[in-house]
Each structure stands twice: as structure tokens, then as C-alpha cells.
């Protein structure tokens, strides 16, 4: 009796120990990317503090591919790692991009990843026509979530600790806005091709 109970006890801690990796590699592996896109270099925009990253693009992705609760995770878990030191953010910065201008940007990740998971809606590549709307929700919820929600907790935050008018930070940024609405559009066709691939 004793042998049949730890054996189904090993066999629960296995299983459970399984199931914590099946639902943890991918917002790692999305945390890994982030940090990536921030490493691969980033190019400066006159007039405003934030450079242009390809964060976003991965943001938009994992909003995309996983669930909410995973995509959060991989968001929450590249943020952690640069607010205990690690130098993961644009410019190798950590911690101090936090309270800096990228603050707001940086913050609205979260937020952002999971509205664009919650819209997205299923996938449905079926047909030409089920992958061109799949892809049209796609878009739809990285415009929304990567670029309407991410701005706005970038322009408030970074008004707030800049000193400058609300409407002199929107205005700077605009340059970010055509670049990023180009990435939701690769993201968008990127996100539903795999989509089909995994069928």
C-alpha cells in the first residue's frame, strides 16, 4: 500500500512538474526574444528620448501566439529581469529605464500584450478567406493593444516625468506610431501564416 501511494506521488509531482514547463517555456522564450530585440540595436528619433526597437514587434507577437495569461508572463518576466539589474533593455540599460523616459513604453507592454491576446479571437485559416479575416482580427488587436494601449502609457508617463505638455510628447512620437503600425501589419500575417502551420 505504502509502494502504490509514493508511486502515485511521483506520478503527480512528474505530472505537475511537466505541466509548469509546457506552460513556462514560451513566455521565457518571449521574455528572450524582448530582450533580443532590445539588444539587436536601436535607432535614435530627434526630438524625443525613446529609440526605436523592435520590442514592440515581439510584444504584438506574443500577444498573438500565446494565451493571456502566458503572454503576460513573458512581458512581466522581461520586466522583473530588468528591474532586479539585468541589463535587458535598449541600450543595455535595467533598472533606471524604469523611472526614465521608456518607463511609460516599458509599462504599457504588459497591459498591451494582453489586450492584443483577449482580442485576438480564434484562428481560423481554413480558407483563404477565414486567413485574410484571421489575419484582419490579428491586425485589429495589435493596433489596438501594441500601439493605442502601449502609447498611451507611454505618452501619460513620460509627460509626467519629463515636464513637458501631453501633446509635445504625442507629437515627437510620431515616428514611432507609422514604424509600429508597419510592425502590427508583419506581426498580423506573421502570427496568422504560423497559425496555419500548426494546424
Known amino acids: 500500500m505504502q509502494t502504490s501511494h ?9 505530472s505537475l512538474a511537466r505541466r509548469i514547463v509546457a506552460a513556462s517555456w514560451k513566455p521565457v522564450l518571449f521574455a528572450v526574444l524582448m530582450w533580443l530585440s532590445a ?10 528620448p525613446v529609440p526605436i526597437t523592435l520590442q514592440t514587434f515581439v510584444v504584438m507577437l506574443a500577444g498573438l501566439m500565446l ?12 520586466l522583473a529581469a530588468g528591474a532586479v539589474g539585468l541589463p535587458v533593455f535598449a541600450g543595455g540599460t535595467s533598472t533606471l529605464a524604469l523611472v526614465g523616459p521608456s518607463a511609460g513604453f516599458l509599462f504599457g507592454f504588459l497591459p498591451g500584450v494582453v489586450v492584443i ?17 484571421t489575419a484582419g482580427r ?43 503600425a508597419i ?10 501564416g504560423l497559425s496555419k502551420l500548426g494546424r
Open 138 to 180: 490579428y491586425l485589429l488587436a495589435a493596433l489596438v493593444g501594441g500601439v493605442v494601449v502601449v502609447y498611451a502609457f507611454g505618452f501619460v508617463i513620460q509627460s509626467a516625468l519629463t515636464g513637458a505638455p501631453l501633446a509635445a510628447v504625442a507629437l515627437a512620437s510620431m515616428g514611432f506610431v507609422v514604424g509600429d
Open 39 to 48: 539588444a539587436a540595436g536601436e535607432i535614435p528619433i530627434p526630438g524625443t
Open 67 to 78: 494565451p493571456w495569461r502566458q503572454a503576460g508572463a513573458a512581458v512581466a518576466t522581461y
Open 6 to 14: 509514493t508511486t502515485a506521488s511521483a506520478a503527480a509531482t512528474t
Open 183 to 192: 510592425k502590427a501589419v508583419v506581426a498580423s500575417l506573421a502570427a496568422a
Open 117 to 133: 491576446a483577449l482580442l485576438r479571437g480564434k484562428s481560423d485559416t481554413s480558407s483563404f478567406a477565414a486567413a485574410a479575416r
